[in-house]
Each structure stands twice: as structure tokens, then as C-alpha cells.
């Protein structure tokens, strides 16, 4: 059964860097990507970041250069760096599993994806 643990939240400045940590057990499945992903109140759940298992990055424009996806994969676990976080980056913060191809079509409710708990980062201005 796959796990999957966020930690690394909180409430920082603008201007400010938080580090999220997404701890992944019971994941082995091919063709799978990891991801953050991101929901405000009162809107719909935004996809934020992914990797695959060969490296490779995607990342919505909102954050582009200024987030950074990693992955520790002889540790399992997810990285989401945020630099320079703005106010409109305040959000609960998920990391899934899911396949990549879900992903890029923005189906991330599918019975083959697995979601964390969340954690709350608030960005003050």
C-alpha cells in the first residue's frame, strides 16, 4: 500500500523559502510520476511540480524559477524547494502518485492515484 507523508510546512514572509518533504513507502510502480500539487480555499486542486522516474521536471508557469522538484530516491522521498514564495502561493500542499500521464491531462483523481495528507504553507505579505 502505498504511503505518503508531507512535512515542511509553515508560514513565512514574502520573500521567504520553505522546504517540502514528501516521505513515499509502497511505491514501485513504472510509468509513474511524483507531484506536488496545491489547493487554496475556495479553489480547484493546481498542479504545481513532477518528476519522473527518469529525472525529468515539469513545472506550472506560476512558479517557474522560483520552485524546485527533487527527488532522494535511496531515501524515497519527494522534495518541493520554494524560493521567493509570494502571498498567491499560500495554499495546503499535497504530493501524489500518480501516472505521468494522468498528470499532464490534469486527471489527478483516478483510482491509481495516491495522495498525502497535506501541508499548510501561508506566505504573508
Known amino acids: 500500500q502505498v504511503q505518503l507523508v508531507e512535512s515542511g510546512g509553515g508560514s513565512v514572509q514574502s520573500g521567504g523559502s520553505l522546504r517540502l518533504s514528501c516521505a513515499a513507502s509502497g511505491y514501485t510502480y513504472s510509468g509513474y510520476c511524483m507531484g506536488w500539487f496545491r489547493q487554496a480555499p475556495g479553489k480547484g486542486r493546481e498542479g504545481v511540480a513532477t518528476i519522473d522516474s527518469g529525472g525529468s521536471t515539469s513545472y506550472a508557469d506560476s512558479v517557474k524559477g522560483r520552485f524546485t522538484i527533487s527527488q532522494d530516491n535511496a531515501k524515497n522521498t519527494l522534495y518541493l524547494q520554494m524560493n521567493s514564495l509570494k502571498p498567491e502561493d499560500t495554499a495546503m500542499y499535497y504530493c501524489?502518485?500518480?501516472?505521468?500521464?494522468?498528470?499532464?491531462?490534469?486527471?489527478?483523481?483516478?483510482?491509481?492515484?495516491?495522495w498525502g495528507q497535506g501541508t499548510q504553507v501561508t506566505v504573508s505579505s
Open positions: 501524489a502518485a500518480l501516472p505521468c500521464e494522468a498528470y499532464y491531462n490534469g486527471d489527478y483523481y483516478g483510482w491509481d492515484t495516491y
